[in-house]
């Protein structure tokens, strides 16, 4: 049956995302409907069949409600992310999806924190960084 996993997003992005980009972060915000075409990017975590479903799946394991900002800010030109889920991760879901997100965060430091996965059974997180300059 599987377990559940909770993901914990917190992204300011690189100014100048890519159109295709800002418009996946978009599908995984739910801010299109279902009927629309929507070209999403050459990455695995689109091709597996629940990455729709990262963002916005929850469980009474976790928190009974996902939740999930996205916005543009004039002042620092860029998008933030601001997301918490839990799902079962099945196919490595969560995993890929940090993976297809890290190269366009943002980092001033060394290393920036923007987020973390909880199993359901384990204790404590693994929290998940990007490196600087990426």
């Known amino acids: 049956m599987g377990m559940y996993t909770e993901i914990y997003v917190k992204i300011e992005f690189k100014t100048n995302l890519p159109v295709e980009v800002v418009t996946a972060l978009k599908w995984l915000n739910g801010e ?32 009974p409600r996902a939740t999930c900002n996205l916005w543009f800010d004039d002042i620092h030109g860029g998008y933030y992310l601001c997301a918490r889920a839990d799902l079962k991760n ?35 997180p693994t929290l998940v960084y990007v490196e600087g300059d990426q």
């Open 90 to 124: 099945y196919d490595g879901e969560i995993e890929a999806f940090f993976d297809w997100v890290k190269p366009y965060c943002a980092s001033s430091a060394d290393r920036t924190f923007i987020g973390y996965h909880l199993y359901e059974e384990d204790n404590e």
């Open 32 to 63: 299109f409907g279902i009927d629309d075409e929507v070209t999403l990017p050459e990455h695995p975590f689109f091709k597996l069949p629940r990455a729709c479903m990262v963002l916005s799946c929850s469980s009474y394991y976790h928190q």
